[in-house]
């Protein structure tokens, strides 16, 4: 499913970027370096993170997108992903509870 349509199925909104990317899971993580050595590619990666260096990690890792769980992203973040051809989402929820969602919605595809 693409990551817009997860947006969509999900409650997400997308800052920046087209969502077109296929998403594959979603992998939840606050401790950059943690991130940079495990997250896999194609995942949609949630975080708490606003700063510019989770956009180069998302980037780094081939995220198919960068979701701020909790808050928005800052101007600087945005810019960044724009730059960089990055997917920037934000939500409201908790990591947990969005990965939840996500995972409730990648399953209901498989079926």
């Known amino acids: 499913m693409t990551v817009s349509e997860l947006a969509r199925r ?30 896999p590619r194609g995942s949609v990666w949630l975080t708490v993170h606003t700063d510019v260096n989770a956009v180069a990690v998302a980037l780094h890792r081939g995220c198919a997108g960068l979701v701020i769980c909790e808050g928005m992203p800052s101007p600087e973040q945005r810019e960044a992903a724009r730059r960089e051809g990055v997917c920037l989402l934000y939500c409201g929820l908790d990591e947990y509870a969005l990965a939840i969602r996500i995972g409730g919605a990648l399953a209901e595809e498989d079926l």
């Open 10 to 39: 999900t409650g997400i909104t997308i800052a920046e970027g087209s969502g077109e990317k296929e998403a594959v899971g979603c992998y939840c993580g606050d401790l950059l370096s943690h991130v940079m050595a495990r997250c």
